[in-house]
């Protein structure tokens, strides 16, 4: 069969190929003037912006690989002249090993168990929302969310003692853990919303328990929310300065907050040293973002569209 042509309108002439050209140049010329159409203010403020955050990085990177003796002769921001790791060597020397597994174990020890049962709660808030006790729960998750940690840290402190939990990591975990769950409850719970009723109900006509449905459906479908609290929970425990300070007292507990306080003061005068120590605080951060930047940016942007 020969292929078919669409017959102009009665009355009107058929546009000719020079016509044709004409119209596709001026289309692609539009959108051509449309690309070229910077918003020159946003980008101006979004590269002032852009070096407000980076030039107090470079400057603490570059820093921290100076010699103490030519760090005040030098201009701060100009680049080492005979870069050293001597700095790193004697932050690391100073029992800066003991410090990071003990953030490491605080970290560990807070988000795992306020994550978990945060997810478990947020479940049942959602799946048993007419349930008294868990409407009570709830409102009381949401009436921490007002509480700061410094109003409370006197009595966290008395509790401490009472528990004779002093001076130990767990005295660390359990508040921090406390202030971890309010907020998580409330992201889980907005999420678990989301999921489909009709699969929460297609799982239970297959048999399976509330229990079952929780960990086979929900928690699959949730793993961002889970990936952002988790994330978002370690930032905060992890630069953690108030608890350690009150409820710790022996070099052997101190977080990694509180042992770059210690070097400020053992440091005074070498501020190359006290800034390797930021550098080597820093990249445990740095490295948990570069392995959950998708899921983060998935759970922190989910909903946006709806």
């Known amino acids: 069969m020969s292929p078919t042509t669409t017959a102009p309108a009665p009355g009107t002439t058929p546009p000719t190929a020079t016509q044709q050209h004409n119209d596709h140049t001026t289309n692609r010329l539009r959108r051509l003037g449309r690309l070229r159409q910077v918003n020159w203010a946003g980008a101006s403020a979004a590269w002032f912006w852009l070096l407000v955050v980076a030039l107090p990085l470079y400057w603490i990177v570059a820093t921290s690989f100076k010699e103490q003796a030519s760090y005040f002769g030098s201009n701060p921001l100009s680049p080492p002249s005979s870069p050293t790791l001597e700095n790193y060597r004697l932050v690391i020397e100073s029992d800066f090993v003991r410090y990071f597994i003990n953030s490491t174990i605080v970290a560990l020890g807070t988000v795992v168990p306020a994550v978990l049962v945060s997810f478990m709660a947020a479940f049942a808030i959602v799946r048993d929302g007419s349930n008294r006790f868990l409407r009570a729960t709830n409102g009381l998750f949401l009436a921490g969310l007002a509480i700061p940690l410094q109003a409370t840290i006197i009595p966290v402190y008395l509790i401490i003692i009472r528990l004779h939990l002093y001076d130990s990591l767990l005295a660390i975990i359990l508040p921090s853990i406390a202030f971890a ?44 929310a889970l990936v952002t609290v988790s994330i978002y929970n370690g930032l905060t425990v992890w630069n953690g300065f108030l608890l350690p300070l009150v409820l710790t007292q022996s070099p052997t507990q101190r977080t990694l907050p509180l042992a770059l306080w210690t070097f400020q003061g053992q440091y005074g005068v070498n501020v190359p040293a006290v800034l390797a120590s930021v550098v080597l605080t820093t990249v445990p951060i740095l490295v948990l973002y570069a392995l959950g930047r998708r899921q983060m940016l998935s759970g922190l942007t989910a909903g946006i569209g709806k």
């Open 181 to 224: 769950i309010p907020l998580s409850v409330l992201v889980l719970s907005n999420f678990i919303r989301d999921v489909p009723k009709e699969l929460f109900e297609s799982m239970r006509l297959d048999g399976c328990t509330d229990w079952m449905t929780m960990w086979r459906l929900a928690f699959p479908l949730v793993r961002p």
